[in-house]
């Protein structure tokens, strides 16, 4: 189905205006999070870097792309929180980037508890 004009009428819309339905399926997206990313993190009581979620997650048969894209929309609603690198004597960071659960991931992980 095209995009379609409508011509001007009494109570319409001037002639250069076009309609077009949008759906708002994607905009939609929950707020929870994944479940077994978040369960990753709550089960290990630490915080985890990419590789040890790489490693946790490979049995779900999630591919590289798709365990990035879960730490990154995490990232952004809030649900993890990036914890650094771990330092060396000195205070020098060294190692990975790595993550934990926030406040708000924590909570989101015992409602899915809850639900179950």
């Known amino acids: 189905m095209g995009l379609r004009k409508e011509g001007a009428r009494t109570g319409g819309r ?3 205006a076009v309609t ?3 759906s708002t399926l994607l905009l939609d997206r929950p707020v929870t999070g994944d479940p077994i990313l ?3 993190f709550a089960r290990r009581g630490r915080p ?3 590789s040890d979620l790489l490693r946790v997650m490979a049995g779900t048969g999630s591919r ?3 365990v990035m894209e879960l730490l990154a929309q995490a990232l952004s ?3 993890l929180v990036s914890r650094g690198h771990r330092t ?3 205070g020098r960071p060294i190692g990975a ?3 934990e659960l926030s406040d708000a991931g924590w909570d989101a992980v015992e409602l899915d508890r809850m639900a179950a």
Do not use: I
């Open 77 to 79: 609603d809030g649900l």
């Open 64 to 66: 590289l792309s798709d």
């Open 48 to 50: 985890l870097t990419v």
């Open 97 to 99: 980037l790595s993550y």
């Open 14 to 16: 001037p002639p250069s």
């Open 88 to 90: 060396d004597h000195v």
């Open 38 to 40: 978040l369960h990753a």
């Open 20 to 22: 077009r339905s949008v």
